[in-house]
C-alpha cells in the first residue's frame, strides 16, 4: 500500500514539471529568422501600421519627400540620381541648373615669347642689328673732369693739406714751446664742431709752422688729432 501510493506521488510531480526544451530548436522558436519575422510582426502592430516588406527601405536615409515606391530598385535609382543634382528624361540626362558647372579652360597653346618658329616669324636678325644700334645711340658717355680748384677767401684747403704730407699722425715734425700744451690744446679744441673745422683754423694762423691757437701740441701739424688718413686713402695714396 505504501509502495503504490509512493509511485502515486511521483506520476503526479513528472505531470506538474515542465519539460526540458531542447537546445538544438532554440529556445521558444524553430529558428532565429523566424523569431526576427514574428519580431517585426509584433512591433508593427504595437505601432498600428502593417508589416513592411523586406525589400522596403527607410524613410530616414532618404531626402525630404523622397520615398520608394516600389521594390525593383527603378525609383531608387532616380532619386538618387535627381539627389546628385541630375534626372532621366527620354533616356537623356539633364544636368541640375541650380548647381554650378565648373568653367571649362581652354588650351592656349605655347607662349609665343617660347614659340621659335613665332618669334622667327616677326623678327629677324637685321632686325635684331637695327634695335642694338638704336639703343646703343641712346647712350651718352660723359668723360670724369677735374674738380674746380677753390677762389675766393673760403680758407685753406684741409684736403691738399692732406695729400701734401705723407707722415703718420702723431709724428712731431714741428718745434712746439710752452707748458702744458695738452690741456691748453683739450680747452682750445673744444670749441670747434669738427676736427675739420680746426684744422682749417689751425692753417688760416700760421699753421703748421706756428700754432698760434694751440690746438697741435704734438708737432705733427695736425690740429685736434685731425687725421688726414681718409683723404688719402680716397685717392690711393
Known sequence: MRFLMITVAGVALAACSPPVPD???????????????????????????????ATAVSEETLGPGQVVASDDGSDLAAQTQAALGGGTTGGTAQVNTATPQPEAVASTGISQENNFDAVGAQRSIESDAAKIAQNRAQYKVIEAEALPKRTGGEGPNIVDYALATKHPLGTQVYRRIGVNLEGKAARNCAKYASPDKAQSAFLAKGGPQRDRLGLDPDGDGFACSWDPGPFRKAVGG
Do not use: K, T
Open 23 to 53: 537546445s538544438g530548436q532554440g529556445v521558444g522558436f524553430g529558428n532565429y529568422e523566424e523569431y526576427q519575422r514574428q519580431q517585426r510582426a509584433r512591433d508593427a502592430q504595437l505601432q498600428g501600421s502593417a508589416l513592411p516588406p
